[in-house]
């Protein structure tokens, strides 16, 4: 069984479209975060969500909404897609918030926007 | 810039060699954790020490932590052709979220 589920793993879109990603963990783990991975591999926190509670907004642009409908599931949309968006977007969840315990990624999910 | 930095950024070994990997980071933290990515995978939690603890052992991996120079290594033994992957380190420098370096591209040839 996948502890955490991202979908799709691949997504190829125009500017100026909207998609969502979604994951899920079967962990049990009450704390879920989105990264995004550039091509430089370097990976920056997006948003934490808690309890379905958002504790940690990383200065993102407002294109980007993170929704959480229960604590088992972050899923993250983004509208009007720019150039720039594309990178590989990654869930990850732990048992406590905070920066305490180990992070579970899901695979990641491409994003390329043409 | 990055709270936890890499070095190298690429390393490339014999299998059976040993692989040292370097990070320092900038300000006090809680722990730090390594991480390993496989290409086009997610990332895979290997280790964590804690700011009061010196070195931790996992099987061929070995983690030291020095918090007077603010640095940390993960060295990998015996190193296989499955090891090849990029290592990163990560750290809480405020205690709400891990910040991750750019991490090291490891290649062990065959």
């Known amino acids: 069984d996948t502890a955490v589920s991202q979908t799709p793993k691949y997504l190829v879109t125009q500017m100026g479209n909207d998609k969502s990603i979604k994951c899920e963990q079967n962990l049990g783990h009450d704390t879920m975060y989105w990264y995004k991975q550039d091509s430089k591999k370097f990976l920056k926190i997006m948003f934490s969500?808690?309890?379905?509670?958002?504790?940690i907004n990383e200065t993102v642009p407002n294109r980007f909404s993170p929704k959480s409908p229960d604590k088992a599931h972050l899923n993250l949309h983004i509208n009007s897609l720019e150039l720039g968006d594309s990178a590989v977007y990654f869930c990850a969840s732990s048992q406590v918030s905070g920066a305490t315990g180990e992070l579970f990624f899901g695979e990641g999910s491409r994003l390329t926007v043409l | 810039s990055q709270q936890g930095e890499e070095d190298p950024q690429a390393l490339s070994i014999q299998e059976g060699e040993n692989a040292t990997m370097n990070c320092s980071y900038k300000t006090s933290i809680n722990n730090l954790q390594w991480y390993r990515q496989n290409s086009g995978r997610g990332l895979v939690h290997l280790i964590l020490i804690r700011s009061n603890e010196r070195e931790k052992h996992s099987g061929r991996l070995r983690v030291t932590l020095d918090t007077s120079k603010k640095s940390s290594s993960l060295l990998i033994t015996a190193s296989r052709a499955a090891d090849t992957a990029s290592y990163f380190c990560a750290t809480d420098p405020s205690g709400s979220r891990l910040t991750f370096g750019e991490g090291t591209q490891l290649t062990v040839n065959p």
């Open positions: 969500y808690n309890n379905k509670e958002l504790i």
